[in-house]
């Protein structure tokens, strides 16, 4: 029993606990349309318009920490946040590219709410999304991947 107690204090030092942070909203934007997501769960897009074989797609995710949370990861090189863009061919999964979250290094992109509360709104694009399942992978700067509940953070949609 002791054991237990022990490893409980453990874990947090351990960085794969995230014990305030949570996911306060991810969207993904298509054209002049906006949709709701939420993790481990495929979203279906509009089909794209005759004639047309690529489209861009940009994701935002609001992610929200206490302030000694937020901190520590700007102090331990943990941000800018990370975007991985897969796509399925077949029955595997093939990356597709990284991009940067386009809002590091502006200020106004990490805004203080009562509480002690800290919103951090990351965005990314990909200009060249095709029809099939894709599947989007937020990760630190150092890829380490971003847990929220106990779970890797993962976005999935379909493009008819």
């Known amino acids: ?5 022990w490893m409980w204090l453990v874990v ?4 794969g606990y995230n014990a305030t942070m949570r996911v306060e909203r991810a969207t993904l934007t ?14 279906n897009l509009p089909a794209m318009p005759p004639n047309v074989r690529i489209q861009t797609v940009s994701f935002t995710l609001e992610l929200s920490a206490g302030e ?4 520590e990861l700007q102090n331990s090189r943990k941000m800018p946040i990370m975007f991985k863009w897969f796509r399925f061919s077949g029955a595997r999964m093939f990356i597709t590219g990284v ?3 386009s809002n590091a290094g502006r200020m106004m992109t990490a805004a203080r709410v009562a509480g002690g509360t800290v919103v951090h709104q990351a965005q990314a694009s990909n200009d060249r999304i095709t029809s099939g399942t894709w599947v989007i992978t937020p990760v630190y700067a150092d890829n380490t991947p971003i847990i929220i509940n106990g779970r890797e953070l993962s976005y999935q949609f379909q493009v008819p």
């Open 99 to 101: 991009a940067q979250d």
């Open 1 to 5: 029993m002791k054991f237990l107690f």
């Open 68 to 71: 000694r949370e937020w901190a």
């Open 12 to 15: 947090p030092l351990w960085g």
């Open 30 to 43: 298509v054209g002049d349309r906006q949709i709701a997501c939420t993790p481990n769960q495929i979203v």
